[in-house]
């Protein structure tokens, strides 16, 4: 059973260029949540999506956006991109029901942006 | 607002027990529970309800105080494997994994 996945897995990119990330979930999960974790930081939530719409959001400029496709998969995508957007983006996945409190996290993305 | 969580790092030997706390400046409706090893995902620990209940993890326990709005984990005989950074995750609407607001982290190190 395959967990949550994420490519790319590094990705250096320069400031004002734009970046999309993917993500797909663990098998049997609907609900995709995408965090940033700055270095030695904890991760913070950009948004989730559910049912292929944007269900909540967290304190992120417009620059993020997302998509979530009718398998479930999901991109991140970041526009105009700044010095303080290099991070490691997660990836978690979840379902929706009673076990919805458990979300599966995957290996990441690291952005450096030079 | 971002939990505090303390300390923020602790060496213990294998077999030594460790409390971390989670304290929130806001109402706490439930609080998760992850551990992060290094260069790793977080993995899911356990959730804490309000009203008492408990999901996840049989080996670490933790507990919730609503009129404090703090929890803390125990780890108990701990072990090689509990070495890394735990976070503890505050939101969670209605209890779900939903914007979730992530503490400062507690970096663990078990030695022999």
């Known amino acids: 059973d395959a967990g949550v996945t994420q490519s790319p897995t590094h990705l250096i990119k320069t400031r004002g260029q734009q970046v999309t990330l993917r993500c797909s979930p663990k098998?049997?999960?609907?609900?995709v949540s995408w965090y940033q974790q700055a270095l030695g930081q904890g991760p913070q939530f950009i948004f989730q999506?559910?049912?292929?719409?944007?269900?909540q959001r967290g304190n992120f400029p417009d620059r993020f956006s997302g998509h979530q496709f009718p398998n479930y998969s999901s991109e991140l995508n970041v526009n105009a991109l700044l010095l303080g957007d290099s991070a490691l983006y997660l990836c978690?996945?979840?379902?929706?029901?009673?076990?919805?409190?458990?979300?599966?996290f995957g290996p990441g993305t690291r952005l450096t942006v030079t | 607002q971002q939990p505090v969580q303390s300390p923020q790092a602790v060496i213990l030997r294998e077999g030594e027990d460790a409390v971390i706390n989670c304290s929130s400046s806001?109402?706490?409706?439930?609080v998760h529970w992850y551990r992060q090893k290094h260069g790793e995902a977080p993995v899911f620990l356990m959730i804490?309800?309000?009203?008492?209940e408990q999901k996840g993890h049989d080996k670490i326990s933790a507990s919730f105080n609503e009129k404090k709005q703090q929890s803390s984990l125990y780890l108990t005989a701990s072990q090689l494997s509990y070495s890394g950074t735990y976070f503890c995750?505050?939101?969670?609407?209605?209890?779900?994994?939903?914007?979730?607001?992530f503490g400062t982290g507690t970096r663990l190190q078990v030695t022999l």
């Open positions: 978690a996945s979840s379902r929706q029901g009673p076990y919805a409190y458990e979300q599966y």
């Open positions: 098998s049997g999960h609907d609900t």
């Open positions: 999506y559910y049912e292929e719409e944007e269900r």
């Open positions: 806001k109402a706490l409706y439930s």
């Open positions: 804490l309800l309000k009203g008492g």
């Open positions: 995750g505050t939101g969670g609407l209605a209890g779900t994994a939903s914007k979730l607001t």
